[in-house]
T-cell receptor, first 114, second 115 residues
Framework: AQSVTQLDSQVPVFEEAPVELRCNYSSSVSVYLFWYVQYPNQGLQLLLKYLSGSTLVKGINGFEAEFNKSQTSFHLRKPSVHISDTAEYFC????????????FGAGTQVVVTP | DVKVTQSSRYLVKRTGEKVFLECVQDMDHENMFWYRQDPGLGLRLIYFSYDVKMKEKGDIPEGYSVSREKKERFSLILESASTNQTSMYLCASNPGLGQLSGELFFGEGSRLTVL
């Protein structure tokens, strides 16, 4: 079975500053990794995903993430945040034998202030 | 664009009531899922379905059942609602086995309060 740990429950950040959200996973088989964003009172929207290939993945809204197999991590970064990036962010993992059965982390709340 | 529609955004029910949460997707997806979202716990899988009339338990199925009579519709049923089922419920779908992407497409959620 796989599991996901998001190391920060809340990350306060000033507008135009960089942000990094940390995600570690555990799995005995190959994984597929995802970051989702949830704006207030909405469902989840895919930010980016790693399936194979380049370990640096670029997503929507200027976000990127790097898959590090040796450290079993998939940290999300943005070089300069906007107020509109205030949201909750979820890291998720699935495996080659569990298509669509995503295991989610507990979430990281990002609060961007002027 | 894929659209997953949950019939009710907000519901208030009383303890012991039977509750139906409906979900419809319009992209002919094989797989459909019900997750529950609680603060500090993230999303937890309740039930999923790989095909019409097929269902499998997720991580927290107790107190819930599901129905999938048509490919596009997946219903979550609380036979006798309890206060500890107060939560946000999220429906999702994806194309199914053999598809490259494991991405899930989510509805906007149904916030259920049980009094």
């Amino acid at each position: 079975a796989q599991s996901v740990t998001q190391l920060d429950s809340q990350v306060p950040v000033f507008e135009e500053a960089p942000v990094e959200l940390r995600c570690n996973y555990s799995s005995s088989v190959s994984v597929y990794l995802f970051w989702y964003v949830q704006y207030p009172n909405q469902g989840l929207q895919l930010l980016l995903k790693y399936l194979s290939g380049s370990t640096l993945v670029k997503g929507i809204n200027g976000f990127e993430a790097e898959f590090n197999k040796s450290q079993t991590s998939f940290h999300l970064r943005k070089p300069s945040v906007h107020i509109s990036d205030t949201a909750e962010y979820f890291c998720a993992v699935s495996t080659t034998d569990s298509w669509g059965k995503l295991q989610f982390g507990a979430g990281t709340q990002v609060v961007v202030t002027p | 664009d894929v659209k997953v529609t949950q019939s009710s955004r907000y519901l208030v029910k009383r303890t012991g009531e039977k509750v139906f949460l409906e979900c419809v997707q319009d992209m002919d997806h094989e797989n459909m899922f019900w997750y529950r979202q609680d603060p500090g716990l993230g999303l937890r899988l309740i039930y999923f379905s790989y095909d019409v009339k097929m269902k499998e338990k997720g991580d927290i199925p107790e107190g819930y059942s599901v129905s999938r009579e048509k490919k596009e519709r997946f219903s979550l049923i609380l036979e006798s609602a309890s206060t500890n089922q107060t939560s946000m419920y999220l429906c999702a779908s994806n194309p199914g086995l053999g598809q490259l992407s494991g991405e899930l497409f989510f509805g906007e959620g149904s916030r259920l309060t049980v009094l």
